[in-house]
Nanobody
């Protein structure tokens, strides 16, 4: 059993910054990849950043240069630094992890419950 808990969301003005955190806990043998997704009302969930166990990162063009993903492996925590936020960034942000269970070593994806980010003046 693995749990992911996001934090750091809130209300910010356009052009401002936020840092989101996601802590993974439970029966973790290895974390293979960590990602952030977001979903606004009436829209499908979209990927905003990924970091692999080798340290490689992926960003779609609409956040490239503004968002940075990083992780602290010792604490099983992933971060998303968001700069120059725009109203269209308003969404619930979800943490996603590809994890091997400690006992079974089964690879599974897990989702956090989400944290709200609102960009408004």
């Amino acid at each position: 059993q693995v749990q992911l808990v996001e934090s750091g969301g809130g209300l910010v003005q356009p052009g401002g910054s936020l840092r989101l955190s996601c802590a993974a806990s439970g029966s973790i043998f290895s974390i293979h990849a960590l990602s952030w997704y977001r979903q606004a009302p009436g829209k499908q969930r979209e990927q905003v950043a990924t970091i692999t166990d080798g340290g490689g990162t992926y960003y779609p063009d609409f956040v490239k240069g503004r968002f940075t993903i990083s992780r602290d492996s010792a604490e099983n925590t992933v971060y998303l630094q968001m700069n120059d936020l725009k109203p269209e960034d308003t969404a619930v942000y979800f943490c996603n992890a590809l994890i091997s269970d400690f006992l079974s070593q089964r690879r599974s994806t897990y989702w956090g419950q989400g944290t709200q980010v609102t960009v408004s003046s």
